[in-house]
């Protein structure tokens, strides 16, 4: 389904790359692609650090990483991909003013974005499931091992190699932007044949919708089941109520992390799909660049969410640390207090046991016999 480039027929239905002299010629001004180099590099920069620092720490304590922190690793890798491997080609196309690395290079850049950016959103998608069978299904948390995260991350890289490769064997392929200083999927080709059409339709189902689908899904299930059993949480025991404040994290986390994931992507999404259904150059250049710099913003947000969660997570166990221990000290005095109590009645007792005791003896030696009693006496 790979079509000759170097073609350049006047069709109107074909895409924008093949009706026009230079496909890689940036179709915004200087300015315009100074200013996106900038806001590129700046993006860049943060998302590498943040993701960086992630990883960093995480390597820190790696064999105390719970499942759902192994996936949260695994998307920053995503990110950090998305990072370094691609946004400098379209930093230096930008600030050239052109796409400088040729067919080969839009397709590698292409792929690259494709390949983790799927990974992300597929990621996203087996932290969602997780989060739901934990909340909702108590006893699914029993049996869930590291090796089943292993097993779940080798499945999330098969299924992104899979649908970013096929373009690369000829169904489908990867193209240049409109706007020329990028490249992404061709999302055209479903303007020249049915083949086409057949082939974007698949992304868009497994690669897009089918995974927010599932996500919207969890998400949903999970808020209905924590308002109907918020009021059972608080008769649990500590160590039951702690677990649930850790789930309930992670669980905030991940759902911040999928809303600012598509909060980022889906309007990127809308732009290509009108781009493969709708008329062709119905949309203006310069309005198709901006949910494409948007989207590549998206491995930006996630080591905010992290530091947000994990510094607000910090301040309420503080709180809740200092709560414990002054009710630790509130009743070390007061059991203090009840031992001393208790000790002093016993020892009142005891010494009014003695002088009963005592008292008794002494009248019984004073009405007896006094032969007998003198020995008892003596005895005593």
Request: net charge positive.
């Given at each position: 389904?790979a ?9 109107e239905r074909?895409p924008?790359?093949l009706?026009e002299g ?13 200013v ?5 590099t ?8 943040g ?9 820190r ?9 192994i996936?949260t690793?695994n ?15 379209t ?10 690395f ?18 992300s959103?597929?990621t ?8 739901y069978?934990k909340?909702?299904y ?10 089943h ?8 890289w ?7 490769t ?18 992404t999927?061709?999302?055209?080709l479903?303007?020249a044949?049915?083949g086409?059409?057949?082939f974007?339709?698949?992304i868009?189902f497994f ?7 599932v ?12 308002k109907?059993?918020s009021?059972e949480v608080?008769?649990?025991?500590s ?7 850790l789930?309930?994290?992670?669980t905030?986390?991940?759902m911040?992390?999928?809303a ?6 889906i ?11 709708g ?24 080591p ?13 166990q ?5 709560a ?18 208790k ?7 005891h ?20 032969g ?9």
């Amino acid at each position: 389904m790979a079509l000759n480039h170097t073609a350049r027929p006047q069709d109107e239905r074909l895409p924008h790359y093949l009706r026009e002299g230079d496909p890689f010629a940036s179709k915004l001004s200087w300015e315009a692609d100074l200013v996106a180099g900038f806001y590129l590099t700046i993006i860049g920069i943060l998302s590498t650090f943040g993701n960086g620092y992630v990883l960093y720490m995480s390597s820190r304590r790696k064999k105390k990483l719970r499942p759902a922190e192994i996936m949260t690793i695994n998307l920053a890798i995503c990110d950090l991909g998305i990072s370094v491997v691609g946004k400098p080609f379209t930093i230096i196309s930008c600030f050239c003013h052109r796409w400088v690395f040729g067919w080969i290079g839009c397709r590698w850049y292409g792929w690259a974005g494709f390949f983790f950016g799927c990974g992300s959103l597929i990621t996203m998608t087996a932290v969602s499931l997780d989060r739901y069978l934990k909340i909702c299904y108590l006893s699914y948390g029993v049996w869930l091992k590291r090796k089943h995260a292993y097993i779940c991350l080798a499945v999330i890289w098969a299924y992104a190699s899979f649908w970013t490769t096929m373009p690369l064997v000829g169904l489908g392929d990867y193209a240049p932007e409109p706007f020329g200083t990028s490249c992404t999927l061709d999302w055209w080709l479903a303007q020249a044949s049915l083949g086409g059409q057949i082939f974007i339709l698949n992304i868009l189902f497994f690669c897009l919708l089918l995974p927010t689908a599932v996500i919207v899904f969890s998400y949903v299930k999970i808020i209905a089941k924590v308002k109907s059993s918020s009021k059972e949480v608080a008769h649990f025991d500590s160590r039951i109520h702690s677990s649930h404040v850790l789930e309930m994290k992670l669980t905030k986390v991940a759902m911040l992390i999928c809303a600012g994931f598509l909060i980022a992507w889906i309007p990127y999404a809308v732009v290509s799909v009108w781009s493969a259904f709708g008329r062709p150059d119905s949309i203006p250049i310069q309005l198709s660049v901006v949910p494409t710099l948007l989207a590549k913003s998206a491995a930006m947000y996630n080591p905010i969410i992290y530091q947000v969660i994990d510094y607000k997570f910090a301040c309420c166990q503080t709180g809740r640390l200092k709560a414990t221990k002054k009710k630790s000290l509130e009743d070390f005095r007061l059991h203090t207090v009840t031992t001393v109590r208790k000790s002093s009645a016993v020892l009142e007792i005891h010494q009014e046991s003695r002088c009963i005791f005592t008292i008794t003896c002494d009248l019984e030696g004073r009405s007896g016999n006094n032969g007998d009693h003198d020995k008892k006496e003596a005895l005593f």
